[in-house]
């Protein structure tokens, strides 16, 4: 596969970096935040090459560049980054691994909104975490949205 048109890969044969290694885990979120607090090197944030392809990059003193890549749950309807502490219920109690527990947090939606309704209650959360202004944030929700599954027709 040519990665040299995603963000941050290194194709260069004249680079600095002495060797990159690649390793996949299931939750991207946890590792990334286990990684962090490690504080072993320089750590990138998690990057979207394309829907189903997140990666974050750290690089050690030695200047080695370690890949993490992996998927990570997000909220099918708000699109929030979800560890199991933030996954929705089922009317059984149950997890419902596809929600968010402020979205669904006892087997059905918490508020009957529509996909514009739910873009502008969470355009405050995007902003300063992932985007500098709020439209910026409606126009990535305004993409995002109709991909998830509770908006998708």
């Not at 607090?37 to 829907?51: M, S």
């Amino acid at each position: 596969m040519n990665e040299s048109n995603l963000i941050g890969h290194c194709t260069d044969l004249n680079s600095p970096y002495k060797f990159v290694q690649n390793y996949w885990v299931e939750d991207l979120l946890t590792e990334y935040e286990r990684v962090k607090k490690l504080n072993i090197g320089e750590v990138t944030e998690i990057r979207e090459a394309y829907p189903t392809y997140n990666y974050f990059h750290l690089t050690d003193p030695d200047n080695n560049v370690i890949e993490i890549t992996g998927g990570y749950h997000i909220c099918q309807s708000c699109g929030m980054a979800m560890h199991e502490s933030d996954y929705g219920k089922n009317a059984d109690e149950s997890i419902n691994t596809d929600y968010c527990k402020y979205c669904y947090p006892n087997g059905s939606f918490g508020k009957n909104e529509t996909m514009e309704e739910m873009i502008e209650s969470c355009v405050p959360f995007y902003v300063n975490e992932e985007f500098e202004t709020a439209e910026e944030a409606r126009e990535y929700l305004r993409r995002l949205y109709p991909t998830l599954k509770r908006w998708k027709k």
